[in-house]
């Protein structure tokens, strides 16, 4: 079981970015979905979250200019970012919880991708 995150890249501020992570292998379930930034000397911290019903959950501190959705049937989850500025320059990295095809339940997490926004 993998994770696969893409979408990262360069941008000028006020512009927007999709994140988006895809989860393969042999998965039973997918549950809860989330996404996270890092900046290099700092802790991983929340973003949002979104659990197999769709109902989400937002940092306070991220509300308003990221959305997370996610597509179930593809095993994908979704960050939308809007008015990105300098300070959300990071690497935002995903993590999925699931249940394996043999029973093993797993939080597994995606291996990063960076996102730089320039002002």
């Known amino acids: 079981v993998q994770l696969q995150a893409s979408g990262g890249g360069l941008v000028q501020a006020g512009e927007s970015l999709r994140l988006s992570c895809v989860a393969s292998?042999?998965?039973?379930?997918?549950?809860?979905m989330a996404w996270y930034r890092q900046a290099p000397g700092n802790q991983r911290e929340l973003i949002a979250s979104i659990t197999r019903d769709g109902t989400t959950n937002y940092v306070d501190s991220q509300k308003g200019r990221f959305t997370i959705s996610r597509d179930s049937a593809k095993n994908t989850v979704y960050l939308q970012m809007s008015g990105l500025k300098p300070e959300d320059t990071d690497v935002y990295y995903c993590?999925?919880?699931?249940?394996?095809?043999?029973?093993?339940?797993?939080?597994?997490w995606g291996q990063g991708t960076l996102v730089t926004v320039s002002s």
């Open positions: 292998g042999s998965i039973l379930v997918v549950n809860d």
């Open positions: 993590k999925v919880d699931l249940i394996t095809l043999t029973s093993h339940i797993l939080g597994i």
